[in-house]
């Protein structure tokens, strides 16, 4: 776990209650809490600085700013503590449970930092009720996980022979990414008998090694040598990184290049377009000939200088290659060797100081942004906080923040670049749900570059409207007998309010309909006002009623408002006309007598129907719709009166069935019929309808007789099939007996108590001798039958004074005997 060494100063703290509390007070100690405050709000708190290793897992322990900051646990996440970063990447991260800060990403120093010491990572700790704002430094110590390394595996050196002992070759560095003692400390090489190694320090402590020259070259007894360098850090463990020497010896090219400057200075002015012009270095050699040409080349420089500059290894013109950035670098070091043609080389160093330009925008950068607020909310609510950043330097990065004038918001200033944004005036969701507020942050440079963060803040809705229905009152319109459930209509209405506080519900008041409960029959959809039918409703018993309906929203305390629905209920054709006259549940229906002296226009009789509907459902109308001789009554079509349509004649039959129509005018129409004896007589008795008895239901379908007629053919053809079969039959076997036997009177069987004649036998029981069938075939009747002539007709002829001896009576007789008669021919 890194230690923690911080010192604490002066934090400014924001009390909104100060306020109230000050203006008890006399003037002249507001006047002096005034400055004071003032003087406290100026003083910039002190950093509280940790350190830590790079390369440490995610997830290990910095600190504990609870601890630190002398705050309980619980507080942190009361307070909404949070860790705002300086940086682009988060490296770290706030445990508000425990007050831990942990790493959150691995940290490689030498990414961060490069060679920098010390390698600084700022970040703050924010605490809001009431806001606090604490500074944080992480130092990162660098670890050793880098070796050395040489830039190239092998290196050529080309010496002149003849060379004076103790003669020193500088070689070029090996680099190590670590710094401090993790850097390179030392350079070795194995042991041979013409070199040494000399290890120096320059003034900024880094080391670098020259190649001492121990014993003279003589090219004729070795050309070439091959020396093995090492380079160690002083890390533990210790890192190595090593590189070949390849001299050749050449003949002898006595002096070296030589710079006219050892070190360069250059200022250059960031954004510089490619191609211009940094510096130009010159090298000279007293040599003549080859050994005095020179060639210039960057000595070992990291590669970012090489994507920068570019260097003419003929003329020393060091030029702009790349994008020059102030704020990415500040100043760049690069090493220049010159070499003569013979091989000797000699280094110069060039510092390129960038000059700043206003080329970068204010950063605006949110550090607590409330998105909703209450809009009852009171003034000087903090809505945000936010601070102004600008990379540049100087004026090029002072700034100024503003907002626009047209929003009930101020900006108050707080710590250093830090500012809040409050609200000024009383705030209405109703008539504005959110404000996009533009931050304005503005630079002092030249020119003056401005940048435009825009804040989102909505208004939170309180319960301040009711519910509001869309119309005043509701017709509804229901048809009867409906099924259970049906939708009958919605009620809506609409709340100005949002979320919970606009969420309506819908209930029915108590009432009744009839002597039931609304709630038998009627159900309102709580979501969303449909209204429906329960039962299936009749509207010969109810044709309408009313329900009040509440709208009520789900804010606290809830608001609500009233409606009244009625429903009206629409007649169906559900009823079909009922007969009143004459009755049909009678088990023997009445006849109706007509004289047969009745003219054309005679009413019969009337039949009398209702109908349960109402409207048009209602209107009955008849018609005629079977009868035993169609043309002889007709039916009124409004009135129902049955009425003969033309006079009566004798071969009209005594009994007459009609079936009368009953319609209404319903869609569809329903119907009902009923059913008329009329018998047509000469006069009027009351022993004849006691004599008469009219047969029921004599007259079917003129198809089925059809059927029956040609049954009994296809029966009466089977039976003379077979008569004549069975007479055939019988005539072969009597043929046959005939031929086997001879025929005798004695042998001839004869019963002489047989009867001769089976029409004169009479047996108790049986039928006379002779009886008068009736033939009964009616047309239009559904079956034909044979039926006996009652007695009661016979009893009648024999002893016509058993009725009473009445006139009538006698011509009833009569007039059945020549039907009889009729029947038999």
């Known amino acids: 776990m890194a230690a923690a060494a911080f010192q604490r100063g002066l934090c400014f703290r924001s009390d909104l209650g100060m ?18 405050c003032l003087y406290v709000s100026l003083v910039a708190c002190e950093t509280i600085r940790y350190s830590v290793r790079e390369e440490k897992k995610s997830g290990s322990l910095v600190a504990n700013v609870a601890k630190d900051l002398k705050l309980d646990v619980g507080e942190l996440s009361g307070r909404s503590a949070r860790l ?72 050529p050196l080309e010496l002149p022979e003849h060379l004076p002992v103790n003669s020193r070759f500088p070689l070029e560095r090996a680099q190590d990414s670590d710094i401090g003692t993790n850097g390179i400390q030392s350079y070795a090489i194995l042991s ?20 001492v020259l121990e014993k003279q070259l003589d090219r004729e007894e070795q050309a070439q040598l091959m020396l093995i360098l090492t380079a160690a850090d002083g890390g533990l463990p210790q890192r190595t990184g090593t590189a070949q020497i390849r001299i050749n010896v050449l003949d002898s090219n006595d002096n070296f290049p030589q710079f006219s400057q050892s070190v360069y200075k250059v200022q ?23 050994n005095a040409e020179i060639t210039y080349s960057f000595g070992q420089v990291p590669d970012r200088i090489l994507k920068l500059f570019k260097l003419n290894q003929f003329s020393g013109e060091i030029t702009v290659l790349g994008i020059i950035d102030c704020e990415e670098r500040s100043s760049y070091e690069m090493n220049i060797q010159a070499t003569d043609g013979g091989g000797l080389y000699a280094h110069c160093k060039v510092l390129v100081e960038i000059e700043d330009m206003n080329d970068n925008a204010p950063e605006v950068t949110l550090t607590s942004l409330s998105g909703t607020i209450p809009e009852d909310s009171s003034p000087e609510t903090v809505v945000a906080l936010f601070s102004v950043r600008d990379r540049d330097s100087g004026d090029n990065g002072r700034t100024v923040c503003s907002i626009q004038d047209n929003v009930p918001f101020a900006l108050k200033s707080t710590l250093k670049n830090y500012y809040e ?91 009744n309909i009839g002597d039931l409960p609304f709630s038998s029959s009627i159900s309102i959809n709580s979501e969303n006002g449909n209204v429906y039918a329960l ?34 209920i629409i007649d169906e054709n559900d009823n ?91 869609e569809p129409p329903r119907s009902t019929t009923s059913t008329l004896n009329v018998l047509l007589v000469d006069g009027f008795s009351d022993a004849y309808m006691q004599l008469l008895d009219v047969p029921q239901e004599e007259e079917q379908q003129d198809t089925l007789t059809l059927y029956l007629v ?109 039907e009889k008669e009729s029947l038999r021919e």
């Not at 190694?197 to 020259?210: C, F, I, N, P, W």
């Not at 009661?792 to 006698?810: E, F, H, I, K």
């Open 19 to 36: 306020a109230g509390r000050m203006e008890a007070r006399p003037r002249k100690r507001q006047v002096l809490c005034f400055f004071l």
């Open 84 to 155: 705002v970063s300086k940086n682009t990447k988060e490296y770290f991260e706030l445990n508000t449970s425990s007050g831990d800060v942990i790493i959150k990403e691995k940290i490689d120093r030498e990414d961060l930092c490069g060679q920098s010491d010390p390698c600084l990572l700022q970040f703050e700790i924010v605490l809001e009720n009431p806001l606090q704002l604490y500074r944080m430094e992480v130092q990162i110590h660098d670890v050793n996980d880098n070796s050395p390394k040489f830039s190239k595996n092998e290196f």
């Open 192 to 211: 041979n008998e013409h070199f040494s190694l000399d290890v120096q320090t320059r003034g900024d402590g880094s080391k670098y090694a020259e190649l």
């Open 268 to 290: 250059l002015m960031e954004n510089s377009p490619q191609d211009t012009l940094v510096t130009k270095v010159e090298a000279s050699d007293l040599d003549q000939g080859p």
């Open 421 to 511: 944004l409050v609200t000024q005036k009383p705030l209405d969701r109703e008539k504005v749900p959110e404000y996009n507020i533009s931050i304005i942050a503005t630079d002092r440079g030249t020119p003056r570059l401005t940048s435009v963060r825009i804040i989102r803040v909505q208004l939170s809705d309180i319960n301040d409207n009711p519910p509001v229905f869309n119309e005043s009152s509701y017709v509804m319109y229901l048809k009867e007998n409906n099924h259970p459930g049906l939708l009958i209509g919605t009620v809506h209405a609409a709340d100005l309010d949002t979320e919970q506080n606009a969420k309506v519900t819908y209930s029915a008041l108590p009432g």
């Open 535 to 568: 039962q299936s409703l009749d509207y010969e018993q109810t044709r309408d009623f009313q329900v009040t309906v509440r709208a009520a929203d789900g804010g606290s305390p809830p608001l609500s408002s009233e409606v009244i629905v009625r429903v009206v």
């Open 576 to 666: 079909a006309p009922f007969i009143l006259y004459p009755l049909q549940n009678s088990s023997s229906p009445a006849n109706d007598l007509v004289p047969r002296s009745a003219e054309a226009g005679y009413l019969v009789t009337k039949v009398v129907a209702v109908d349960g509907d109402s409207g048009q459902n209602s209107w009955l109308s008849y018609q005629l719709l079977k009868a035993t001789d169609p043309g002889l009554f007709a039916v009124g079509l409004q009135t129902g009166e049955v009425k003969t349509s033309r006079p009566i004649t004798s071969p009209d039959s005594v009994k007459q069935k009609l079936i009368v129509l009953v319609r209404d005018n319903g």
């Open 710 to 818: 040609i049954s009994l053919s296809f029966v009466s053809f089977l039976f003379l099939v077979c008569v004549v079969t069975i007479i055939a039959i019988r005539l072969y076997k009597t043929r046959q007996c005939r031929e086997r036997y001879v025929p005798s009177s004695r042998n001839f069987y004869f019963e002489p108590n047989f009867p001769t004649n089976p029409a004169n036998t009479s047996v108790t029981g049986t039928l006379p001798q002779s009886y008068c069938y009736e033939v009964s075939l009616t047309t239009g009747s559904g079956t034909s039958e044979f039926k006996f002539l009652r007695p009661l007709v016979q009893s009648l002829t024999a002893d016509p004074s058993a009725a009473g001896g009445s006139v009538l009576d006698s011509q009833i007789n009569s007039q059945l005997k020549g």
